[in-house]
């Protein structure tokens, strides 16, 4: 006989248990589109005390929708690595040119991610940084549907030895940090510069290269690199997500 | 040099390719929930050409989101070997309670069935259903975002030898088949009976008993079932979906 | 030197002979789709006073949206004399099938009929029906922008001997005359019936066959005839439109 | 017997090859106004391989709706020859002062267009531009659901070597460009001037005068060109529509 | 010098004097359309104590917006004399047409009815109302803005020998009553029978015969009338509002 | 030095050892008004385990608003032994009419309950019950804000010995009660009746006399009682409530 | 035997007579408030053709609602005049403060202005002015429904010697004029200045002294004159709004 | 016997002389969150006439949402000395951390505070300020539901000694006062300076350095005061609202 309160209990303790073990984190990701599920497969893969916050129901963000709504996506040459690391097969469609079924995508990032150690919360959103010693030192956050309903409740807080902003576009986390503490970040202007227009060729390197620590403590990855330092965009192209991800795992593995 | 006018067109070929051949199947699956991915992974396996139609962005739908947003559900004893069969690792919380992360209960179900070849179309809404012969005989689709604003735009049509309605409390499947044709159902009363409140027992065990054949090439499986036999519900307990999912591939495979 | 109270004046003195003129019709189309359009060709061919009321800014409905959002439509053999009385090239794509842009089709459509004589007023609304002797004999019509915002301003009449509900699914004529006056239609049931799921075949048949007075003065033609008599839906193939458009238009012209 | 899976087909292949083709162009027209209606006949009627991409799902804009809801438009003698080039006829309302139902010109613009060769797919939307060379090089672009429902799906590409905004009083293309990339217009103050207000006769020499490239590779048109400018509106009054239209195709023709 | 606080406290003392006044009524008018207005004024005239309430800021109602949002309106013979009584000036369009200025209209009942003694609270909805010995006998009210934002406010009670519904369309004081109350009215069915399709003759003429007491302490005047008893609609002509304003009145008088 | 991870670790702490106790009650109350508060009072007061849910962020329901958003209200000598059991001091309006301060009310409500041992809590909506041996055996709830947003996400089950449908004119509990399981109902007709018109005189006595248990397990009170029975409404007097809320308390309390 | 069509067609004759005749004017007043209303009275009451334009429904604005909705307003001794002017007969609340109903106040406003001469244009918006030779010269309109629902429908255009922006606290008028023609005003700092904070005593002076020509052609009166000049607000009491009516209405005439 | 008509009358009564009565105050506290209620419960201790202002239906804000739904939240040691004031009972979680229900300190402060004598006026929104002599003299006041709806309806104003800004982040007194005129603050930079993100410890004692008359007449407490000033925001734990409120009336309370 099932007992309703015992799947109750179960589901909550399990839920506390890992929550409060995310409360002190090595790495804290923001996002979970392809670039923060990349950096969480490597950071977990080497044993690291990460995991990521997304506001939505489900994760892997705008993959899920291939290029306008026909669910499929590209991978060029140079991501050709990744994608084998994570198992999947494409279908070459001209030469570099890599097509993979973008559902498909989304769940593997997720499954390898996960397997590898990732926890992710998804339904939690990331209000507010903390501020210690003039570093980002870690998240203030709250359900997502508190966000979504602009409802006046308290949030809670996080510490984590790094933060990865990897929300896209938005690049929200360099935004509220901008906004709220008026800091100079590590960028050509020292603000929030904005993603170009479209131009894939410069957009995958620039993914790539303007993946860095942009302020103590804070690093930014895939769009949200591009949108914060001024690259182009690239579109439906996703080598250079996949390459962001990965050095932003190097590099913060390197200093923990 | 990455040619964006390249990246379209493999886009738009690899995704007209896999949907025009999805326009004529043997078994079109509508809702992207649990009962269904199971449903598509065991057919997939046992090489039927089998798809999803999903409305909305992401492939899943409630298991992501575990019970009152606290991302873990619980599978019981009858479930495990599913789960076994999943790959997934479960902790046991009380002899015969097993409790998993729920986001990663979702992306193991859409890697696994899609790598047994289930075609999955996510952003693609059923609008109606196809009848001939006083059979169901396939789905008349659009897009989630046609559906969503309420646009007057014409849908497309396909063909498929079976239709599984895995659409969850709302049996929308169902629903659309008796409000349009008026038919009678192989239910109590004929009818939609609708779902009970919440025995989680009961609900387990009807969910499996309901997932039937209820008009000639319409079979309901998963919380569908229960809405349209009139079960009960059963809240964050999965092992009843993950045995109607099974039932209903292995009840249409024999008919294939 | 333009003087812009002259380009008001032209505007305001056109618009209202033209409306004015339409206060008593011979006939009155109610809806911008296919069948309307193709109805009011003929009937102002043969120099009947016909005019139409379309709630929306543009005319053509759904036809512009071809299916699922690819402007394409198709018209089989049966069609194809309208198409080339409308001027239209089409591309056989298999024997009996012709695709056409569904963008030119619309505009075509409005063009032809329109160079024939018919009188079309956009953005007006048709909020009830007049009665006189049982029979309904007139519009009560409003700016559809007030329908829209659903404000409480009262609307004008006119007087029209026959009037041919070309509303769509919607059949928003059939819908206001039996919610307000209880009476019974010519239909199996006497009552609305409703569209039958998809059933292209049948569908289109149904088109034709249903294409009659519903009652007296009031015809139906297109979807709604469909949606009126219990007819099957067919998707975005329109030989069955253009026929029930040219069958309503020949049974008026005999009658006036 | 009617095949709904070949109606299918018809529709999909017949857009895919459409749409393809159009991811490389002579010309790309944003937005469906009267003047990009004009521009896309000159162009095509001299051969050029020209697509307009409309948002919405009717072409026209706001000719449709005359002035003030008032379904008439007033023509000055400057733009008589262009009416007639489109055989409409109008009636004279004082001298140099001719009214059209405004939407029989809808219709007839489009139609016209069509017939002469241009390509319009309405439902897509303009989301952003490609810069190549310090050049616009192409666009950027989606279905304008997703932009109404803002869902987060990547867009396509297309190339084309000039691009006409004729958005109207918008301006979407300018303000995309400035907005992403900071570049400098060819207008007096080097950024978008904005519209002035009302005077007819001052507007519809601008809308002329204005008509030019403002970047390279972007041409503006009709009410936009005003909008960058900083030309005088004109309200209901079309000779500068068409006129601009007229122009903007010369300009381009003579540099393919 | 002005003081802001004399300024506030001479509001509150008039308001407060006035509404508590109004918590015992000879007469509650329900709705501030032309039937009620009218009624109001004979009332009032004859020396009742009378008020009305309006959810809405402003008085008048439909009548503002004349026909079609063209803001004048119809007066027919019958309805002479109560115009001449207002004080109005009509102009003859056709023999026994009078043509009026809707706005003038408006203003015009609500100046006479307020001079003649008549209370107005305007921005005050009818919640419900009072039952006592089988018998309508007062009305529960509550601010108009707490029933537009539906939040969950307890209302006041006022009470009156007699309640006019004069609410339109809509006759929401009959609506209520039916609903909670579950009685049977004074009409053909013992429901509300609903407005029919429009006959401008039989409308008028139904609008003064409907108007009576339809169930004990309550009466329908105007539109109400119609709706309620099942009479004809009649559109922006007003001889019928007004007449069947001054029956209820004569006939309540009487009774008083 | 404050640490912000102590603060979430000591709500989360807090919380979920309150919550978990909280899903196994002699009583659980559905809704934050004015009677549950009562009810849950004398039960806690009685050492009784007794928890109130309320979907809203504050508790205290419609008492806040006084009547007609004048934050006073009313309470008759019958309700002045609770008031005073409450420490409340009433400002006697005329002979039985106590007037008190409706935010002070609400908030001495809360906390005298709560002082008493009474659990709440809010943001946690009601969403169906459970049911055993065709008894009402507990609740199932889910965060307010999931309900309010319509996600669909699977909600937490409780078990308890008795409920308590203290939801006010809605009566929630019963109305999913009997809308999903069919049940009939311990009422004149077996259904739910519907709350009557005002008179508050009847509604008062109403309110203490429907206040019983409708399903086994399933007590109403409060305005639920009177829409479940059909008893009158009664405005903001409040005695009716406050005895209401004594009343199912002594019931439950002589079973437990 | 009323007929239909004759009641639309003495509403069209009517209203397009009296429009034609609004096109062009002396002055043109934007706004339905009490500023503009005393203005219209006294500019009719000298023969001048002057019309007002309101984009709502109906006419009297805030003057309405009274005090926090507490129907009575304030009009203190300098006021006193214009009350008599109008027949108002005030209460007076304390020496030299008069309160009124604010419902007589707004209709008896609206009447007296009509009778006097005042053509008003009630759903009808200003979208933009006509600039002639560096001065306002006309107004660009369109319905109210048009600007609520921001469809891209046309205006039309009038011609008027003075425009009033009689607008409120929004200043429509002054608004566009600034950012459409970034023109200098006669105020203090070239721009819109802005209402200060509440002090009614200046208020009611600022009120009168700011009533002036802001740029050639253009007035502003009551609280749009403190807006634009940097007036205080003075809440519900009316001096201030009558005198200002009145005085704009004296310069404009002089000047005629 | 009820009588409806005197609970009507004892309200309006009761409400009348008590709002009356807070037409001329000591000090007005803008808004019901902790630091408010503290402040107004040791004003009123002290005998000062005080009333509370807030546009929502319940009183303590975000208090009862505790961290992230989670009803609990924490005071730190400096806190302890009010909390025992209060008469709440803490539970201690690790060394000078207290949890308390957040719904029992809700009440409880409310409870409290007026029971001290505090007046509250719950859905009473604050408009604007008056200024008299460059000094903030008393405020706007309007229902809330107004500012909710957008309505155009004047307020009403009340004279104060002092103002307390008490809005938390949004610091809407300060907000009005500096954007309506334009008047420079003490603060470090003349303007409002906005809150920093999360660190917990400077938040606590910013919260209480900050809180101190920012403009003659305003004061600003809690988080507005950190808002104002620019100091860091702490979550969850409420030791510096609490000081901040005794703070606030101990400074108010020795200039009265």
Redesign the interface.
């Known amino acids: 006989?099932?007992?309703?309160?015992?799947?109750?209990?179960?589901?909550?303790?399990?839920?506390?248990e890992?929550?409060?073990a995310a409360?002190?984190l090595d790495v804290a990701i923001v996002g979970g589109g392809p670039s923060g599920l990349v950096a969480g497969y490597y950071l977990a893969k080497q044993g690291k005390k990460v995991a990521m916050f997304e506001s939505k129901?489900?994760?892997?963000?705008?993959i899920?929708?291939?290029?306008?709504?026909?669910?499929?996506?590209?991978v060029?040459e140079e991501g050709k690595a990744i994608i084998d690391e994570m198992g999947l097969v494409a279908?070459e469609?001209?030469p570099g040119?890599y097509?993979l079924?973008s559902?498909?995508v989304?769940?593997?990032l997720?499954?390898k991610a996960?397997?590898a150690g990732l926890k992710?919360?998804?339904?939690v959103a990331m209000e507010?940084?903390?501020?210690?010693d003039d570093r980002v030192a870690?998240l203030?956050?709250?359900?997502g549907?508190?966000k979504?309903?602009d409802?006046?409740?308290?949030?809670?807080?996080?510490?984590s030895k790094f933060v990865i902003d990897a929300t896209?576009h938005d690049a929200n986390v360099a935004q509220?940090?901008v906004r709220?503490?008026g800091v100079s970040l590590n960028t050509s202007t020292g603000g929030i510069v904005?993603?170009?227009?479209?131009?894939?060729?410069k957009g995958?390197q620039h993914a790539v290269e303007n993946t860095k620590e942009i302020y103590p403590g804070l690093y930014v990855s895939g769009m949200a690199a591009n949108a914060v330092c001024g690259g182009?965009?690239?579109?439906?192209?996703f080598g250079g997500m996949l390459l962001s991800g990965e050095k932003v795992a190097k590099e913060i593995s390197q200093r923990l």
């Open positions: 006989m099932l007992n309703e309160v015992t799947i109750s209990k179960g589901i909550i303790a399990s839920y506390v890992k929550f409060t409360l002190e129901l489900s994760i892997g963000g705008g899920w929708g291939g290029g306008m709504m026909f669910n499929e996506l590209v060029q279908k469609f001209e040119y097509t079924d559902v498909l989304s769940a593997t997720v499954y996960m397997q992710i919360f998804n339904l507010d940084v903390v501020i210690k870690g203030v956050i709250n359900w549907a508190v979504t309903l409802w006046h409740i308290d949030p809670l807080t996080l510490h896209g509220v940090l709220k503490m904005g993603e170009k227009s479209m131009a894939a060729n995958e182009y965009r690239m579109g439906p192209v």
